[in-house]
């Protein structure tokens, strides 16, 4: 399977959310959060949203967000019927590669515990940096 990154366009956004909104559901739900679709808009124009593709198929979506010497990966959405199949591994080392390439000293995200994500991260080089009402602030810097 060939993956790659490619920008998102309008085009996508719907996609973007729907994929959003379905993967968190669970999680915000078990904290009475709603889902604010204006929120996810206005992030859509400050964040840098990057599509996951396996050939012609939209699989996933990428997150960023220079916060000065770090990069966020503020959010990473897997197809549900295609995770657990390596690809938040890949998109992980992409956002590394990305935080490397740019100079960010290091790349940071925040992660709810109860997330399987969390292993995943940790497997990564994540270390846990802090922790705020169930949510881990995570941090992987380059060596």
Do not use: K
């Not at 996810?40 to 964040?47: D, G, I, L």
């Amino acid at each position: 399977m060939t993956l790659r990154l490619q920008s998102a366009t309008a085009h996508d956004f719907a996609f973007c959310e729907h994929l959003s909104r379905t993967n968190m559901a669970g999680y915000l739900a078990a904290r009475g959060i709603a889902w604010d679709p204006a929120r996810f808009r206005a992030s859509c124009a400050e964040f840098e949203n990057l599509m996951i593709v396996a050939g012609d198929e939209a699989i996933g979506l990428l997150r960023l967000l220079p916060e000065g010497e770090a990069l966020d990966l503020r959010d990473l959405q897997i197809v549900p019927a295609r995770q657990r199949q390596g690809i938040g591994g890949w998109a992980v080392r992409q956002a590394q590669a990305i935080a490397l390439q740019r100079g960010h000293r290091r790349l940071q995200l925040r992660v709810y515990a109860e997330n399987p994500a969390r292993a995943l991260y940790a497997r990564m080089g994540f270390v846990d940096e802090a922790e705020a009402e169930g949510t881990l602030h995570m941090v992987w810097r380059p060596r």
